[in-house]
């Protein structure tokens, strides 16, 4: 499944192409460690995004990898929920709609297996895009935003 724009395209990842490396450095750069971790998860095999109604994409744009984002299972809610444990936009491809066509493009995925998606962020900037991507804050020690996905979003 492949979405595409005049200025990008989203593609589900089978591997894990040597840039997002690149985008590891940069979210480091920025105090975010969850690259590094989807990373590490991936080589020793804990978790490869391919349970069902789970999915790693990246936007690319000409060949340049432009953002990554997931979607799994999530292991703190029951097996209707899922979760966007990893997401993340080249700061220089931020205020592109980029990371909103993602996030998208993820919900669109989950809809077809799950009734709603959560997700955990410390970030007031990521925040405020959740909330933009429609979802709301949740008062709960494993999940920050939450949003359910209507029976129209799973047709």
């Known amino acids: 499944m492949t979405q595409a724009s005049e200025d990008f395209s989203i593609r589900k990842l089978e591997a894990l192409p040597e840039q997002l490396r690149e985008l590891e450095a940069q979210a480091v750069a920025e105090g975010f ?5 989807l990373i590490t998860e991936w080589e020793n095999c804990t978790n490869r995004f391919d349970q069902p109604g789970e999915c790693l994409v990246g ?5 340049q990898w432009l953002a990554v984002g997931g979607l799994s299972r999530d292991p703190y809610a029951g097996p209707e929920t899922a979760r966007l444990p990893r997401v ?8 592109r ?14 809809a077809k297996q799950f009734q709603a998606v959560r997700l955990s962020t410390e970030s007031p900037s990521a925040m405020k895009f ?11 020690d494993t999940a920050t935003h939450a949003k359910s996905l209507t029976p129209l979003n799973r047709q």
Not at 33 to 37: A, D, E, G, H, N
Not at 130 to 140: K, T
């Open 59 to 63: 936007v690319f744009r000409h060949g």
């Open 33 to 37: 460690r969850f690259l590094t971790r």
């Open 88 to 95: 993340y936009v080249d700061p220089t491809m931020r205020k």
């Open 97 to 110: 709609r980029i990371g909103g066509a993602l996030v998208r493009y993820l919900l669109e995925y989950a």
């Open 130 to 140: 959740y909330l933009r991507c429609g979802f709301h804050p949740v008062g709960d």
